[in-house]
């Protein structure tokens, strides 16, 4: 079917127009239209007809479509492909990259080289780029090594052992010879595959990281009490030591309140708790006195 210059094949973008029969292969406007499909790479879009319908447009073509009867689901699937343009256009976990086919074919024992020669299914997005569904912060120094051999320098070694999962995964065995130094070296001899071992590597590197960040990370305990504050004229429920962080003071970063269950609030507020639950809170003809006190603490993490 061809409508105007564009022809519509069957590639992946699936559009179901109404539930008419059999599509006209004039100029759009004979008959019901019925299903097909369309190319992602063609960026059909619908715009507004004057004549109360709707148009779907593309590279050379132009489809009239019934006024309420259009319905479009776009259902992405990768297909084997036997033709690319000379400059590909990538999107690596959504960063975008420029390239030509013969560097992408430099290796066509790679993962990148089989896909670009037809062997793998490719997936386009919406504009037309090449998706490949891995993290995209490290593909420049593949796409280097393709072009020139180019091998990185100065990684960290977190940054080393992310390439190397990368490498693994588009399959360039000489790069990853080349980053993992003699400990791939001996793996690779050992027979052992790549894959496994580097996944199991990040898992054993992890697990020692998290033992490290759970033992130098602990809590230590601070101690306050709450008292009659003899020393400050005005019947003040004071805290020792004073300062506390985050106490809401009223004088002297020392003076809470006039009686202890507002002090004892104002305390709970920036995270301390009494000792003894519940709290053994004074009388109120005992509270102006130095015969009580309420133990208070708070965990602090370090």
Same mark, same amino acid.
């Given at each position: 079917?061809?409508?105007?210059?564009?022809?519509?094949?069957?590639?992946?973008?699936?559009?179901?127009?109404?539930?008419?029969?059999?599509?006209?292969?004039?100029?759009?406007?004979?008959?019901?239209?019925?299903?097909?499909?369309?190319?992602?790479?063609?960026?059909?879009?619908?715009?507004?007809?004057?004549?109360?319908?709707?148009? @779907?447009?593309?590279?050379?073509?132009?489809?009239?479509?019934?006024?309420?009867?259009?319905?479009?689901?776009?259902?992405?699937?990768?297909?084997?492909?036997?033709?690319?343009? +000379?400059?590909?256009?990538?999107?690596?976990?959504?960063?975008?990259?420029?390239?030509?086919?013969?560097?992408?074919?430099?290796?066509?024992?790679? @993962?990148?080289?089989?896909?670009?020669?037809?062997?793998?299914?490719?997936?386009? %997005?919406?504009?037309?780029?090449?998706?490949?569904?891995?993290?995209?912060?490290?593909?420049?120094?593949?796409?280097?090594?393709?072009?020139?051999?180019?091998?990185?320098?100065?990684?960290?070694?977190?940054?080393?052992?992310?390439?190397?999962?990368?490498?693994?995964?588009?399959?360039?065995?000489?790069?990853?010879?080349?980053?993992?130094?003699?400990?791939?070296?001996?793996?690779?001899?050992?027979?052992?595959?790549?894959?496994?071992?580097?996944?199991?590597?990040?898992?054993?590197?992890?697990?020692?990281?998290?033992?490290?960040?759970?033992?130098?990370?602990?809590?230590?305990?601070?101690?306050?009490?709450?008292?009659?504050?003899?020393?400050?004229?005005? %019947?003040?429920?004071?805290?020792?030591?004073?300062?506390?962080?985050?106490?809401?003071?009223?004088?002297?970063?020392?003076?809470?309140?006039?009686?202890?269950?507002?002090?004892?609030?104002?305390?709970?507020?920036?995270?301390?708790?009494?000792?003894?639950?519940?709290?053994?809170?004074?009388?109120?003809?005992?509270?102006?006195?130095?015969?009580?006190?309420? @133990?208070?603490? +708070?965990?602090?993490?370090?």
């Amino acid at each position: 079917w061809s409508w105007g210059r564009g022809r519509v094949r069957a590639l992946g973008l699936r559009m179901i127009l109404g539930s008419g029969s059999t599509p006209s292969t004039g100029g759009g406007t004979g008959g019901g239209i019925g299903s097909f499909a369309i190319p992602p790479e063609r960026g059909l879009r619908r715009s507004a007809s004057t004549d109360g319908g709707s148009r @779907m447009q593309g590279a050379g073509a132009v489809a009239k479509v019934p006024s309420g009867t259009a319905r479009i689901t776009e259902v992405p699937q990768a297909v084997l492909a036997t033709e690319f343009p +000379k400059v590909v256009h990538l999107n690596v976990g959504g960063l975008r990259f420029m390239t030509t086919l013969d560097t992408l074919r430099r290796d066509q024992n790679s @993962m990148l080289g089989r896909m670009f020669s037809g062997e793998h299914p490719v997936l386009r %997005d919406e504009d037309g780029s090449f998706v490949i569904d891995r993290d995209g912060r490290h593909f420049h120094h593949v796409l280097n090594y393709l072009r020139d051999g180019s091998v990185p320098i100065g990684l960290s070694r977190v940054d080393r052992l992310e390439l190397l999962r990368e490498v693994d995964f588009y399959a360039l065995k000489s790069l990853y010879s080349v980053i993992g130094g003699p400990t791939v070296a001996a793996v690779q001899r050992s027979g052992a595959s790549a894959g496994p071992w580097l996944a199991g590597l990040i898992q054993d590197l992890a697990k020692a990281e998290a033992a490290d960040f759970s033992s130098s990370t602990h809590t230590h305990r601070v101690y306050a009490r709450l008292r009659y504050g003899l020393e400050y004229s005005g %019947d003040w429920i004071v805290s020792s030591p004073r300062n506390l962080p985050n106490v809401a003071y009223e004088l002297y970063d020392a003076c809470l309140a006039r009686d202890p269950i507002t002090a004892l609030n104002k305390m709970g507020a920036a995270g301390f708790r009494p000792c003894m639950d519940p709290p053994n809170v004074p009388s109120s003809s005992r509270c102006q006195s130095d015969v009580w006190e309420i @133990m208070m603490y +708070k965990d602090v993490w370090q």
